[in-house]
């Protein structure tokens, strides 16, 4: 059974930083395609970062652009975004993603593309 478990969201003030953690289990991790995306109040839920097996390849939205970093650990089957410089536009519900698609043909940051998801952190950032 595909467990994506996230960690790490905390209420901070702007210009702060947090890592959020997502530990996935079930499933081949290291072969599949991972992704953040957010969902924050009364909007669609919107791809953040995105990172290839092995973390050959990152994409990232423009909104977050040198603030957030994406990686993995494969050997602990782990995947992290490090978030700096947080704006209260940051404010949302965090969602890790797993996808088994190369990143060909569908946007990397399109929802579709991803199989599995987690269950969220919430990150609230205060002016």
């Known amino acids: 059974q595909v467990r994506l478990v996230e960690s790490g969201g905390d209420s901070v003030q702007a210009g702060g930083s947090l890592r959020l953690s997502c530990v996935a289990a079930?499933?081949?991790?290291?072969?599949?395609?991972m992704a953040w995306f957010r969902q924050g109040p009364g909007k669609e839920r919107e791809g953040v970062a995105a990172i290839s097996p092995r973390g050959v390849l990152t994409y990232y939205a423009d909104s977050v652009k040198g603030r957030f970093t994406i990686s993995r650990d494969d050997a602990d089957n782990t995947l992290y975004l490090q978030m700096n410089n947080l704006k209260p536009e940051d404010t949302a519900m965090y969602y890790c993603?797993?996808?088994?698609?190369?990143?060909?043909?569908?946007?990397?940051?399109?929802?579709?593309?991803?199989?599995?998801w987690g269950q969220g952190t919430q990150v609230t950032v205060s002016s």
């Open positions: 993603a797993a996808g088994s698609r190369p990143f060909t043909g569908i946007p990397p940051l399109a929802r579709m593309r991803y199989n599995y």
């Open positions: 079930g499933y081949s991790y290291s072969n599949y395609y």
